[in-house]
């Protein structure tokens, strides 16, 4: 089934998410930089288990990303690939969502877990998005409220991979796009 016009847009976005350098094309270099970026504003170090646990889900994830979308095997990804891929429903493969995605989020959540209590309080959810997907305050804390499903003040890990899921493998999720970036 053909993209929306509205699904090609969010997948847009969700590709400069990705492409920080704006080269025109993800790179392994640009997954090294959003960890390195989210790590730098939580505070670990480039030796910290939660950082290198990152580091090796992105990589799983990147290998993910080559497979289903480098259409012309040139090692690196552009928008026209990435949308294609994600168009078709590469995350909407449940194999690809468990062993890779979920992965990845929870190392996400980790490293962002600042307080080490298991979730994600409005801080650090807004303190991530700023640094993970370049969202403005206003923007991560609006976020955060619509995702607090049970409404405790914090985001746990179900909440957490549910927001990912229902806006990365759903098919019709793909017209919801990131926050607004700053």
Not at 60 to 77: E, M, N, Q, T
Request: aromatic share 10%; glycine share 10%; net charge negative.
């Amino acid at each position: 089934m053909p993209l929306t016009e509205s699904q090609a847009h969010a997948l847009a976005l969700r590709f400069q998410h990705w492409d920080r350098d704006r080269n025109g094309f993800i790179e392994w270099s640009d997954l090294e930089a959003a960890v390195a970026r989210l790590a730098e504003a939580f505070g670990r170090n480039p030796g910290a288990p939660e950082r290198g646990a990152l580091v090796s889900s992105c990589r799983k994830f990147w290998r993910v990303l080559l497979r289903h979308a480098d259409a012309d095997h040139d090692g690196r990804i552009s928008q026209d690939e990435y949308v294609a891929a994600f168009g078709s429903g590469v995350m909407g493969d449940p194999g690809v969502f468990d062993d890779v995605f979920r992965a990845l989020l929870a190392d996400v959540m980790r490293l962002a877990d600042a307080d080490g209590d298991g979730r994600l309080g409005e801080e650090e959810f807004v303190r991530l998005m700023g640094s993970w997907y370049n969202a403005g305050e206003a923007d991560a804390a609006a976020l955060f409220e619509l995702l607090d499903t049970d409404g405790d003040g914090h985001l746990s890990h179900g909440e957490f991979v549910r927001a990912a899921s229902d806006r990365f493998v759903d098919e019709k999720s793909v017209s919801h796009a990131p926050p607004a970036s700053r």
